[in-house]
């Protein structure tokens, strides 16, 4: 959709020139893009970063308009998405047809009634996996909280994604190697206009990554070239839609999109649950609220699906937890036509970037949004909210198509963990902050002490 830029009125965008950034850029760009977020306003505003200058829309109103209203405008393509494109190739986290073909044939993977046939499932894994917290609490041993929650999300994954299909010595292979993917690809990801010629921190690491994931998903499409059989998962899904008569599919399309949804679905469910432990030690009371409801629904059985719609306050605190960290912090469009976004002018070719993170702490949107409040998420506050202030899966028609999958595992998972035991976070000698990257992981390591809970009181 292009727009006539003399028909309405316009205006400059907020301007935040090199010279007065770069310096903060450089010590913490994620700080310095809140401080500019917050100095904006929620008007747009745009970053000088030398070789490019993006426009920062965090408004609700605006972001409604690049994701849903002119969403054909604004399209997943440009230098910032190179790096993520040239991982994820033709998938379901591409543009276009491809992206059309991806999301038409795994849609129905995430249906209602398919994941209903999941839940229980993915409850299994996660009860299998929680266990396995009881040795190290039973010698008061503290658990490093991120590499415990990524082993907890990764079984439950690998049951998603493949069903009975995966070996578990081709899961131990790809669990390391997506853990290297998603650490090293940071420099890219900041700095995507930077050759490939041209070295940068990581590459090394993330080029080891990728041939363990390549070598690795390709074995498995090999062995189910001519039989993938039946279930729900995944895997299973693009492999018979490969052999359809007709479909021009071939390997590297089912790898394209196994590796786009084991990425988005492990990564961003890891980092999310490494930060409940921190908000939920600077909020006792909601930890006691949120402990007296697990254990009064679940008592002493293994968690369930049917569990979860007895659990209110389990959600509101996932929800909330979505909203000090979503699963995507920023994600790049680029306009194909000329338009107009917040009074501003945008020509075609230029990049806008979208941040969640940056909305979801504006003071013009959310009442005191660095407080970690589940109260936010009450039944009557959602119905009143505007629906781009709370975009945790972003939103249009490239919304997350498995956010009801990600919440359900996330809810089956912090009410498998207190049901069982009482958290408490070790202290730390300096501050808990996000490092910038592809998601916002904790800048140190946390550790989480775990003491067993009594459930046959």
């Keep these: 959709m292009s727009v006539d830029v003399g028909a309405v009125p316009v205006q400059k965008a907020k301007n935040f020139p090199l010279y007065r950034t770069v310096s903060r850029f450089v010590r913490d760009p994620l ?3 809140l401080r500019i977020s917050a100095a904006a306003g929620g008007e747009v505003a745009r970053l000088d970063l030398g070789a490019s200058h993006p426009y920062l829309v965090t408004h609700p109103d605006h972001v409604q308009q690049v994701l849903r209203k002119d969403s054909q405008n604004f399209v997943r393509d440009g230098t910032f998405w190179q790096p993520l494109h040239g991982l994820f190739g033709d998938s379901i986290m591409s543009e276009y047809d491809e992206w059309e073909l991806s999301k038409r044939i795994l849609q129905p993977v995430f249906s209602t009634k398919t994941i209903r046939s999941l839940s229980d499932h993915m409850a299994q894994a996660i009860n299998d996996a929680v266990r396995q917290l009881d040795e190290p609490a039973r010698e008061d041993r503290s658990i490093e909280v991120l590499p415990e929650m990524g082993r907890i999300v990764h079984d439950t994954v690998i049951k998603v994604l493949f069903g009975d299909k995966i070996r578990q010595a081709e899961a131990d292979r790809l ?34 990554g990728l041939r363990v994931m390549d070598e690795t998903l390709y074995e498995l499409v090999e062995r189910f070239r001519y039989d993938p059989g039946e279930g729900y998962d995944i895997f299973t899904a693009l492999c018979q839609a490969r052999m359809a008569e007709g479909s021009g599919l071939d390997d590297n399309w089912i790898r394209d999109n196994l590796l786009a949804m084991w990425a988005t679905s492990t990564e961003t469910t890891t980092v999310a649950l490494t930060w409940l432990w921190p908000m939920l030690d600077a909020r006792p009371d909601v930890t006691e609220r949120l402990c007296t409801e697990v254990r009064e629904v679940v008592g002493d059985e293994d968690v369930r699906p049917d569990h979860l719609h007895r659990l209110p306050y389990v959600k509101q605190v996932v929800q909330e937890l979505l909203r000090m960290y979503p699963v995507g912090w920023i994600f790049p469009r680029i306009a194909l036509n000329d338009t107009v976004v917040g009074g501003v002018p945008v020509k075609a070719g230029q990049t806008v970037l979208i941040s969640p993170f940056m909305t979801h702490r504006l003071e013009s949107v959310w009442d005191r949004p660095l407080e970690f409040d589940p109260e936010r998420f009450t039944p009557e506050k959602n119905r009143v909210r505007h629906r781009y202030a709370y975009y945790p899966f972003g939103g249009g028609p490239h919304q997350c198509i498995g956010r009801h999958v990600f ?47 009594d459930r046959f009181r």
Aim: without cysteine; glycine residues 4%; charged residues 20%.
């Design 31 to 33: 700080r310095e893009l």
């Design 175 to 208: 669990i390391p190697g997506m853990e290297r993917l998603a650490t090293s690809i940071a420099f890219r990801f900041l700095l995507p206009f930077v050759p490939k010629s041209i070295p940068l921190p990581g590459d090394r690491a993330f080029a080891e």
């Design 407 to 453: 919440n359900m595992e996330a809810e089956l998972i912090l009410t498998a963990i207190l049901s069982r035991f009482s958290p408490s976070l070790v202290a730390t000698d300096t501050p808990v902050e996000a490092r910038i990257g592809a998601t916002l992981r904790p800048n140190q390591p946390l550790q989480l002490k775990l003491r067993p809970v």
